[in-house]
């Protein structure tokens, strides 16, 4: 049975991790003594819910709550440093420190190491969230102990209301840009003065003319989108703003 431990300290581990290709030891009390930390585990990696949704949506709301308290946002999984690193990359999940709890230590210790033995996964983490204070577990958000991979109160839409339910989300903003475009640089300073997140599709890397054409109906670039709403280029993101 997946057990709250709401009150508690969290386990005393070393975590094992690679840093600009040296290895290096980072304790607990490193990440956890002093500060408030939010932490969400899941199952693995590169894994479907982890990499489309839980990951994503942690990443998108860091400011938010970062501007709400938080000092850290961490990711942990039963994984090693280079299969963690590699994610966060892929991911581009700047704004989360990952943690690979490699050999399951820190997971077992908060009774959240489970047997997904019949999918080839060994001994792995059940999906959770938790806040914690100076080392102090605060809350847990633990997903309910259903068949395969339930993930319905561990994300970060609903650790952010249980901090601060009155506040507002950040709308999506997304931009289409290209290299060495000094229109997309002025776009790309004005969202950033106003303190918004967004992500940013290459030309040629993320996206084709024959795409921007499709989704803004023009062809030059930068194309801003914010909330689903196109609001063009940066011209008119200048607009917007006023």
Known sequence: MLKNIEGQTIPQVTFATRQNDEWKSVTTDEIFKGKTVVVFSLPGAFTPTCSSTHLPRYNELAGVLKQNGVDEIVCLSVNDTFVMNAWSADQEAQNITVLPDGNGEFTDGMGMLVDKSE???????????????DGVIDKMFIEPDLPGDPFEVSDADTMLEYINPEQVKPQAVSLFTKPGCPF?????????????????????????????????????????FIGGKHIGGSDDLEKYFA
Do not use: D, H, N
Not at 184 to 213: H, P, Q
């Open 119 to 133: 999918i080839g996964f060994g001994k792995r983490s059940w999906r959770y969230s938790m806040l914690v204070k």
């Open 184 to 224: 997309c640089k002025k776009a790309k300073a004005l969202l950033a003065e106003k303190g918004l997140v967004y992500e940013e599709i290459i030309m040629g890397a993320g996206a084709s003319l024959t795409s921007l054409k499709a989704i803004s109906g023009r062809e030059t670039v930068p194309q801003v």
